[in-house]
Every structure is written in C-alpha cells, then in structure tokens.
C-alpha cells in the first residue's frame, strides 16, 4: 500500500506541529522507518522518523532528497527553508519512538484494511463487504447506488440525518424528488463531464461536505458512490482514502462487467424481472432515471440456449446489442431478456424486422427465443416476460413431436401453428402457443378439465376406428375443420375430391353421433386435436427424462 502525506498529515492533525513538506511534492510512502545506520541505505519512498538535528544534517548533504517526520529537538530559524525542506516537525515534548510507533500502528491499521479488502475481492464481487470494511477508517455515512440509483450497499453504523440520505435508505433508492434536486444543482452534467472525485460543498444539495465518484463502463455511468462526511471533516487525507477504497470498488465493478455486461437499465429491469418488483409508481420513478419509457409500443424476447455448455453470454448480449441498439438486454445466469421498445403500433410487423436482423446471430449460438404479445406500458413487462418463456418452453415440445399422425405433409404444414415466416425455427409466438397453453393448463392438477368430456372421446373414437379399419377417417375430418367446412379445399390438402370429402365427413357424423354445422362441436373438435398434439409432446418428454406420463385421456 502507498500511504499519501495527505494521510500522514491527517494523523498528526492533533499534535502541535509545523509542515514543510513541498505541497508540489506528490511523493506518497511505502512504509515508515527509523534512519539507517549508513546514508547511503535510504530510500526515496520510505518516510523517515527521526530529531530534527538529525533532519536538518541530512538536508544540508542531500537537500530535501528524502522526507521527515521530526521530534523538534534544536532551535531553528523558519526563514532558512533549505533546511527544514520535506519535513513534518512536531513541537511537544515526546519521543522518536513515540513518534515511530504512533505512525506505524496507523500504517499497519490502513496496510490490514488493504489486505482485508484484497482477500474480498479474491472471494467475489460484493460492494456491501467492502463498504463494512471501510467504515472504521473512513468514518462517514458511504453508499453506492446503481446508474438507476438503487442502493446496493452503505455503511450500516454510521447513519446520515439528511433528508436525501434518509429516502435513500428508506425507499432503497433516490426518487424523482432527490433526482430533480440533483437536476437542479446541475449535477449530471457534473458527472457526466467528470471523470474523477467529485467535490460537493455543504448546503449544495446535502447538509454536508460530499466525496462522489462514478465508475464508467463502455463510456456510461454505471455505479456511483458518495460519501457525506458526517462525522470525520472533509481533507485531503480523507479523500486520499477515499481514492484507496474506490479502487477496489471500481475492480469489484469491472469484475462484475466482464461476468455480466450492464447497461443503465439493467438493474431496474432485473428487478421487475426476477425481483418482484410490480410496483407502477416505483418503476416510473426508476425509469425516468434509467432512460426507459414508461409508455410506449413495446414486446419482450425471452432467449436461452441449445447447449449452455462453451456459450459466453457476455458476448452474445454484446453482438446482440450491436444489433439491436434501441433494444433492452438484461442477461441472468443463461437466459436473456429483451425489452423491445418500438416507433410505431405495428408491433408484429417491426418485431419480425428485429428478427430478421439477429437470425444469423441466433442460429451461430444456437437460439431458442420466445416473444411476447404487444404491450403498451412498462409493468407489464413482468407479464409479456411470462408469455415469452411459455412460448419458447412449450413451443419447442410441440414442434419437436412433428408430424405424428402421419399426416399428409399439406394437411400438416397448413395447421401448424409456427407461421410467422422466418428461417429461423426456434422463434415462437406466444399467440401461437397461447391455445396450447389454455390446453395444457386444461390439464393441471387437481382439476383436469378434459377428462371424460365427450368431444375428446369422440376423437379418441375415431382414431381407434382408422387403426382397426385402416382408414384415414380422422386426417379427413381435420384438413375439413381447418379448411373451415370447404370440401374442396379440403379435398386439395388430402389429394382427394370433393364428393369423397362430403362423403367421409358424412359417414364420420354417423359414426360419432355428432353434428359438423354445430360451431361448437367444430370448436370442441379442433381444440381436442391440438389436445392430443399437446400430449403426445409431454410423452415424448417424460419419455426422454424417464418418467411416465400421467395424462389421461390420449
């Protein structure tokens, strides 16, 4: 550790003394010592305790080459500055040794801190052990905050009376009152411009003195700290140690970046996403501050991986950014989520364009991505992410069962549900999956909502007939459902004509009892269709994992 004058002067600031260290000087100390035996044993970066005579002779061989720490022991001119050149002299009655020791307690203090905050840092990234460490030698109310100025840690015995520290600690975050203050007082283009410690003068904003320093990540704002100097004065001593435990949380930060590339938004989208936060006045507030509009035109992506195993999300969120530049990523463990945020009303149609764009990123790291409905307000973020994962998760399990019944590839290909026109085949919809998840909802314990209905058994009926029959009775009454009852377009989808079409769909009514002009039976029908289809995915499913499906009813 390198120890500043400006800290050595700060623990001498009790005792009677005069300075006449160079304030030009910006040397700073690798440890203390008594003088060596020979001259030609001292070193530049070690600060020396010693009498004064002892001082004075040094300077008059080699004139202000090393620096002091003097017990006064002679009587001197204060004119004859080349003499007393780089030295600290103390004017009470004390002793080298009291002296040396005095000093290096304090250095061994402030060395054990460094150490302690090493070995965090060594452990993982966490800002609020820092922060505990650091309270016992900087003495003052510390917080760091987020780019959307949510707290993430502060010092835990030493509170702050100030209006704006006590919001902060009770909403765990600044709100738009704090943040119109800070707008007022000129403070973001301060930070913006900046890149160092910033100094805030008491009455400013705050009642007192303040220590703030961002830490910049691909050239944004993404971490602030400040300390209000509560109880130990604003100095140079003090901001010196301020700097040493900046350092270490500026490495915690970009710890934190390489595993898990921020953004402004990051945090407060995190939170809505995986953190319950639902509340609508807290997240405007939020993101008013994080640059994110409350209203808008907007639809999720919901994106996880074939394979996790090699896959560098970190960079995929990059190149996918660089793709999407009006997009917000926000990455957690392996999956991603992507707010869109559109000009215009026509969702669907820019949604595809944004699809189009990342196909070839998607299918390089092997891509299951489902998307949202539309939506119009930011809290419903929380919804639209829900729709996005049940359309990925249970879409792949029905595209991956195909063509089970053996359709004809035209009867198949024309009720697939996964028509959205891209190249890309592990993109879902949600409002294509969505009358599959009322289905397999359907299903759910302890009430299975299709059990022993009659529509269901009268499909289960009829293929039971083709399979001891040999016949294709219920491939003809599903292309004439979809087909919406046109006998000959479904005559075309199963390579057959029109009369013959009329003429099964005759014998099917008869042998199942039922009427094909109902609406509600064609209803009842076709949704017990995509119920078997539904099925057969979780059997293939439960099968893979070794388990047995419980499901009843096909």
Sequence with gaps: MEFTKNIVLDILKVYKGTNHLNHTDTRSYRWISLLPEQDEDMQKN?????????????????????HYLCICDCFTDEDDTELLANTVIINEKRSVSWLFNLIQDQFLRLAGWETDMQATLLGGCDYQKLMDLSEPILCNFVATLDSSYKLLAHTKNITCSDPIAVSLLENGYHTAETLEKFKKANRFKVYADEPGIILGKRGEITQYETVNKWCRYGGELLLHTVMMCVQTPLSQGLIDLFEIFMGYVEKCFLSEQCANPSRLYNSLLHD?????????????????????????YFDAYRITFRNNAGILVGRFVQELAACLPKSKIVAHNYEVTVLNIYTAPEIRRQSLRNLNIVETLFRSYGVICGISEGFL??????????????????????????NFRNFDKEVYEAANCFQNGLQHNNIFFYDEICPYFILYAGQSEPFHAFKNTRHVAALEK???????????????????????RRATSAGKLLHMHRNNVLYHISRIEDLLNIDLNDYWTRLKLILAYHLFELQEANRRVMASSGKTETHENG
Aim: glycine share 6%.
């Design 46 to 66: 070690l600060l020396y305790v010693c009498n004064l005579s002892q001082a004075i002779r040094l300077n008059r061989s080699v004139p202000g080459a090393f």
């Design 272 to 296: 809505m996403i995986y953190g319950g936060l639902n509340n609508p006045f807290v997240i405007s507030e939020r993101a008013n501050a994080s640059n994110v509009p409350f209203t808008g």
């Design 377 to 402: 307000i930011l809290p419903d973020l929380i919804q639209a992410c829900e729709q996005a994962a049940r359309a990925y998760t249970l879409g792949m399990r029905i595209r991956e069962t195909g």
């Design 462 to 484: 009829l293929r039971e007939y083709d399979r001891q029959n040999d016949t294709r009775l219920s491939e003809v009454l599903y292309a004439y459902l979809i087909s919406e």
